[in-house]
């Protein structure tokens, strides 16, 4: 048995596909990077009355993309010395950012935490508008046209938290890290392609990485919502495989400079092994991979929030 592990662990580490980037693609991540920028941040804070009284907790609301309020935590230590080193959370596929209480762990030891509630979920809408949205979920919002398309706007909003994260000045702008599980693993993993200040990315067991692959190997999950849209409409299969390209994690994760540990479950259904493989074997910063022959997407190991807590500990 442990020699089929190894064999099959062997396989994926030899698996590196080919990028299936546009023409354009590097230009269209510029403009909309640089579109962000020129909006204002808009940030506001509004102390909670929290019964844990060793922190300060912030109701916080950010513009991302565009003018939609996103939602978020943002949680300090109640004593403050010197600057803090910052982690920014993002949920997985229709979660939310849980309650202040889910990050103690974190903060008892004196990091600064950034809980994001993703567009359209949790306590966060969406203001934006999509000619094409009949699936009622969020994967397939505008994914005919790459301008209108739902993680356009996510992975922009990522990088917005960033930009708060850095405009504060209890905030160590070279100790931020970006943390994530399956939707919020594939987000960390585009936010930290998209932009280089994070110094450290943890994506559990990502989502969006290889997308092809992905939709031809899973059997549960976000993705399959695209399959059945395609289903209705089988005249559209080239233009939403073209507007994935753009999203796809194995474009941009070449670009990934902070260092970076993912972890993959090799009885996932959600978000298969060797589409994430594909993803890690691209990625030219320093990096590292946990893996879990007999979990799948639950990722309901003992030890692994341990590791994390460890990893974070010392890499930051």
């Not at 990077?33 to 009355?49: F, G, H, S, T």
């Not at 080193?85 to 008892?108: D, E």
């Not at 003992?302 to 460890?310: A, E, P």
Request: aromatic content about 10%; charged content about 25%.
């Amino acid at each position: 048995m442990l020699r089929h592990i190894q064999d099959t662990i062997q396989q994926l580490q030899a698996y590196r596909p080919e990028l299936t980037k546009m023409p354009d693609h590097d230009a269209f991540w510029s403009q909309t990077l640089q579109e962000a920028k020129e909006r204002p941040l808009n940030e506001q804070l509004i102390e909670m009355d929290y019964p844990i009284k060793q922190i300060t907790a912030y109701e916080l609301t950010y513009h991302g993309f565009d003018e939609t309020p996103i939602q978020a935590y943002y949680i300090l230590p109640k004593k403050i010395e010197g600057k803090l080193p910052c982690l920014i959370f993002f949920h997985g596929y229709a979660g939310h950012k849980n309650s202040v209480s889910h990050y103690m762990k974190w903060l008892i030891q004196g990091y600064a935490v950034i809980a994001v509630d993703v567009r359209g979920q949790g306590k966060t809408g969406d203001y934006s508008k999509y000619s094409s949205d009949e699936m009622g979920t969020w994967v397939t919002k505008g994914i005919l046209i790459k301008e209108e398309y739902y993680y356009r706007k996510v992975y922009v909003d990522g990088v917005r938290a960033i930009d708060f994260a850095c405009s504060r000045e209890e905030i160590d702008k070279d100790r931020i890290a970006i943390i994530g599980a399956s939707m919020g693993g594939g987000i960390a993993l585009a936010v930290s392609s998209l932009d280089n200040r994070p110094k450290l990315t943890v994506a559990d067991v990502p989502n969006m990485c290889d997308v092809g692959l992905a939709m031809k190997q899973k059997f549960e999950g976000s993705l399959t919502v695209v399959e059945k849209f395609l289903h209705r409409h089988p005249e559209y299969i080239e233009p939403v495989y073209t507007t994935l390209t753009y999203f796809d994690n194995l474009n941009n994760c070449e670009n990934i400079t902070s260092k970076t540990r993912i972890s993959v479950g090799l009885k996932d259904l959600v978000c298969p092994p060797m589409p994430i493989y594909g993803v890690y074997n691209r990625i030219k910063a320093e990096k590292s991979i946990e893996v879990f022959p007999f979990s799948g997407h639950d990722m309901a190991i003992i030890d692994h929030m341990d590791k994390t807590i460890q990893f974070v500990n010392d890499n930051l």
